[in-house]
């Protein structure tokens, strides 16, 4: 392909993109197709001349697009918000235009030095103390992995550089609750710790860690011989936005030498506005914290910022430096391969730069305050109506409910209802929300924070919710 004609097709495809922004509220929110179905009108061979592009560009509306769940959909509620800002987009086309190998500071400095400048940032704009220092990372899950490794290392003395965690020492513990994420556990194993060694602790009736578990779980594991190693706090749980009591499990983790962890993915993006950051109260005392800048904020997918108090303790953990990638400037200079699991690294910090840019910190208050007021309007309208039940707090933007029908006391009966009101709205196509389980209970929940939603489209999804029930008794 030669410049113009990549000039020609890319103004096709930003026109495309622009399109598709400004229709996308008219499209079935979740896909409709059937396993298999897009896949069979692909070719099944490569193909062997080349110069076909123009026919993937034609193939996006009918092949593709009936394929796609419309994240950006202003009445999508289901998982997480994940927005991806008009600026984003265009960062995102910078970042392979310049195709960027990150990996040290000298195979592109800018890379490496943008991403400390945004990176702290976002420090500033959550409130975070400047003893914390940031680096981009894929997602929340490798960052929590990233966090446990540290944790393992500093518990185990650096074992990793003798026999590691099969040296015959006692076994490290890793608590966390049973609303954390599920990616806790596969971290879990991923670092070595082994199942049995991850101690799931009870919540309370706000779905909360409880405190007094945490320390009767601990002091079990001590007088059994076992080391507690680190423990995994949650602010905003996926279920339901949960607040773990950041400050009172960071006064345990002192007492008993454990690394703390705060998992913020979805709520970080909510201390950009101060009258919120009481929710993880405490937090200056985490050794480390992740929040997920493409949930809610808007940079696209995937962006997830790592915080940490010891900067070194993590070069550490994380740094190999073999002879081919030494340079003259590594005593000067962050080597930002050395902060996380990968080698290679993507220019990220591009279009978490571009959209700040774009939004600024007064905008993204203003749209947070509006999901967050539109989530209690939702919520004041379940619990002011007969047969519909909340089922936790909503001290963010996630609704946690359900319907229960006059005379309906099995729960077998009350799941199989809610499964079918889920299927009702979201078949209907003018919404999407993804059901859960709650402590064995079958739940709806609705997640708000689409760029675009407003409250005329929070409105129509209790409207449909309603008539779904109705349809459903019926």
């Not at 918000?81 to 235009?97: F, K, M, Q, W």
């Not at 990233?146 to 965690?165: H, K, M």
């Not at 790592?306 to 550490?316: A, G, I, K, N, T």
């Not at 990638?325 to 000067?332: N, S, V």
Request: charged share 25%; glycine share 8%; proline share 6%.
């Amino acid at each position: 392909m030669d410049s113009d004609t990549f000039r020609k097709l890319g103004h096709e495809l930003v026109d495309w993109v622009a399109d598709y922004r400004d229709r996308v509220e008219g499209l079935p929110v979740m896909s409709r197709v059937r396993p298999g179905e897009i896949r069979a009108r692909l070719p099944s061979e490569p193909p062997l001349q080349g110069g076909r592009l123009p026919e993937a560009i034609a193939a996006l509306d009918p092949v593709l697009l009936p394929g796609i769940t419309h994240w950006t959909h202003p009445s999508f509620f289901a998982y997480f918000p994940s927005n991806t800002s008009r600026a984003s987009i265009l960062a995102d086309l910078v970042c392979a235009g310049l195709g960027v190998q990150g990996m040290s500071w000298q195979t592109s400095p800018a890379a490496t030095e943008l991403e400390e400048v945004v990176i702290d940032w976002l420090r500033q704009m959550v409130g975070l103390p400047d003893a914390f220092t940031g680096v981009i990372h894929d997602t929340a899950s490798t960052s929590t992995l990233t966090a446990l490794l540290c944790a393992r290392e500093r518990t185990g003395g650096f074992c990793q550089n003798r026999e590691g965690l099969q040296g015959g020492e006692p076994p490290l513990v890793v608590y966390a609750s049973d609303q954390g994420h599920s990616s806790i556990e596969k971290d879990v194993l991923l670092a070595g710790f082994g199942k049995r060694h991850l101690r799931i602790v009870p919540t309370d009736r706000a779905h909360a860690m409880r405190v007094d578990a945490l320390g009767e779980a601990v002091e079990a594991d001590l007088a059994a011989g076992l080391r507690p190693c680190a423990v995994v706090a949650t602010v905003g749980t996926t279920g339901t936005t949960a607040l773990d009591p950041v400050a009172a499990i960071a006064g345990m983790a002192r007492r008993h030498a454990l690394w703390l962890h705060v998992d913020a993915a979805l709520a970080g993006t909510a201390m950009v506005v101060p009258e919120y950051r009481w929710m993880w109260r405490g937090i200056e005392e985490a050794d480390s914290i992740v929040f997920n800048p493409h949930k809610w904020m808007g940079p696209g997918f995937d962006l997830s910022a790592y915080f940490v108090r010891d900067p070194q303790h993590l070069v550490r953990v994380m740094s190999t430096n073999p002879s081919y990638l030494r340079t003259a400037q590594d005593g000067e200079v962050r080597n930002l391969r050395d902060w996380g699991i990968p080698l290679g690294r993507r220019f990220r910090a591009l279009k978490l730069w571009f959209h700040l840019l774009d939004e600024g910190v007064e905008g993204m208050r203003a749209r947070v305050r509006r999901d967050v007021e539109n989530a209690r309007w939702f919520a004041d309208r379940v619990d002011g109506t007969a047969g519909w039940e909340r089922l936790a707090p909503v001290p963010l933007q996630t609704v946690t409910f359900r319907h229960v029908p006059e005379g309906f006391s099995d729960e077998a009966a009350i799941a199989a209802h809610n499964l079918d009101i889920s299927r009702r709205v979201n078949e209907g196509g003018r919404a999407y929300l993804t059901p859960s389980l709650l402590k064995g209970r079958q739940t709806l929940r609705v997640s708000i924070g689409a760029e675009t939603t407003e409250r005329r489209h929070v409105e129509a999804l209790w409207q449909e919710l309603q008539e779904a029930a109705r349809a459903g008794r019926g």
